[in-house]
């Protein structure tokens, strides 16, 4: 079930008020039984994946405090990684890895160890594996103890808004959450909804519009110059970000209206001087998942300037990964781990070059430079993230540099699947989504300011943004609704 599509505009309010009008020792058991409704709304057999995930992860728990030794913990958490792993593996790697394998003996002269296998990914197995492992190492941690109560710590795993996209919930943040007793709020209801109108303008209106001259060009990358090119590479990067943080903004916003608080995931990071700024803004909670369980462990910064670099470009690496099961991913996870290395190691070059010259490195226009800066790589590494396989990467790099007279060719914008109309449309989103990320960056969230407002000006505010979504929204062929880029991971 998507959450721009009618079936959840239904689904929604009767969740949501069957979350408060039930008696409390019922409410989590209905929504649990609401978030398994959700999901099994896409393919209902896969939900007995995430059903073994949760078992797994939630019997680890209860068997880390009996463990007598260290060993003996470290047996159970190691048990419970390669289960939910192993699942991850076979489901979204499998034929990756056999595909590949094959090719390597292909090349040495050797018979091929089988066929290339593929399978319908789970929707959002990325995201509740990763969320049920860091209940599991936090337990064993100490950081919390086992939640006994399979109901609380099912809902946990599968808990609707944030089920198929995140933000990846910590257990820490959600399970008291789950446990506490909840009343209806009027204020934190419309400020949810507030939000999800924000969400929704982000995806109808930004993303899925700048998606109409990224897919023409992607399509055929090879017969588009460097007007074009250049113009899918900035807009993809932007399309991305809006479409991710539009599940997230709509993800936070349902979850607020039903009592509930999720993690923030996206702060602005086009604005951000550098790439480690951009990536503790970009899908904060990957980010610091990817920190506290494999990057501390790792060693982190701890163990001299070398190792930090290995550190990060594993991690890097591992998140490539994470988000297919493909080179361009692992390409552009390796250009993020390349960016960070670089940043690292000319840190005192850099200092060193600004004094020389004289640049006030806290200053306006030095900053404006590094953010722009930090966009264009960070663009150019969301060429691999897009691109279907590395040739057609190439393709498209190579079509940054190629020169065409007429850069929309002979159809002019409608070939690229806009028209001009269209165009100034996305610009204009553009220019306003920057600077609603200015102005939440300099006087924070937005939301309680225009609550503030007097009344008629919220409802002003409220029905503008509701015409934006009718007039200038897009919708799939057949009004059928665009799904989510992140729900392919």
């Known amino acids: ?242 479409d991710f943080s539009s599940y997230s903004d709509i993800a936070i916003g349902a979850a607020r209206v039903m009592g509930f608080t999720l993690t923030r995931n996206f702060n602005a990071p086009y604005l951000a001087a550098s790439i480690g700024e951009f990536w503790a803004n970009w899908h904060v909670t990957l980010t610091s998942w990817f920190r506290d369980y494999l990057y501390i462990p790792l060693g982190g910064n701890r163990r001299g300037l070398a190792r930090t670099c290995c550190n990060l470009m594993i991690v890097f690496l591992v998140s490539g990964l994470w988000h297919g099961a493909a080179w361009t991913f692992v390409v552009w996870g390796a250009l993020h781990g390349a960016y960070s290395v670089a940043s690292r190691l000319s840190g005192p070059l850099r200092a060193r070059l600004c004094g020389a010259l004289h640049i006030r490195r806290e200053g306006a226009l030095h900053r404006a430079g590094c953010v722009a800066l930090t966009f264009c790589f960070a663009a150019l590494a969301f060429v691999f993230f897009r691109a279907g396989s590395l040739g057609e990467a190439v393709q498209v790099l190579k079509g940054l540099f190629r020169w065409d007279p007429a850069p929309f060719g002979g159809a002019g914008y409608e070939g690229l699947g806009l028209d001009a109309a269209d165009l100034a449309v996305g610009w204009l989103a553009i220019l306003a989504l920057f600077a609603t990320d200015v102005l939440r960056k300099k006087h924070g969230p937005l939301t309680p300011r225009l609550m503030a407002l007097p009344l008629a000006a919220q409802w002003a505010v409220l029905l503008a943004g509701i015409a934006l979504i009718v007039v200038f929204g897009m919708y799939g062929a057949g009004y059928q609704e665009v799904p989510f880029i992140y729900f392919q991971f």
């Not at 979350?19 to 989590?28: E, G, K, T, V, W």
């Open 1 to 242: 079930m998507l959450f721009n599509s009618l079936k959840f505009v239904l689904f929604f309010p009767l969740a949501a008020a069957g979350s408060f009008l039930l008696p409390h020792r019922l409410r989590n058991l209905f929504l649990l039984a609401a978030s398994y409704f959700f999901y099994m709304c896409w393919n209902p057999k896969y939900a007995l994946l995430m059903l073994f995930s949760t078992l797994v992860t939630w019997g680890a728990g209860l068997l880390l405090p009996r463990a007598k030794t260290l060993r003996g913990k470290k047996g159970v958490v190691a048990a419970c990684l390669a289960a939910n792993l192993g699942v991850l593996a076979v489901f979204k790697y499998g034929g990756f890895l056999l595909q590949n394998c094959n090719a390597v003996l292909a090349a040495l002269g050797l018979n091929a160890v089988g066929q290339g296998f593929s399978v319908l990914l789970p929707v959002g197995i990325s995201f509740y594996t990763f969320q049920a492992i860091g209940y599991t190492i936090d337990v064993y941690r100490g950081r919390l103890e086992p939640e006994k109560n399979l109901c609380t710590y099912a809902l946990f795993v599968s808990f609707f808004p944030q089920l198929v996209a995140g933000p990846i919930e910590r257990s820490t943040n959600m399970l008291p959450q789950f446990k506490a007793p909840r009343r209806f709020d009027y204020d934190a209801a419309k400020s949810g909804l507030i939000q999800m109108l924000w969400g929704y303008i982000q995806k109808l209106v930004i993303a899925d519009r700048l998606a109409l001259l990224v897919d023409a060009v992607y399509a055929d990358p090879a017969a588009h110059g460097t007007v074009a090119t250049g113009m899918a590479v900035v807009f993809f990067a932007l399309q991305l970000y809006c």
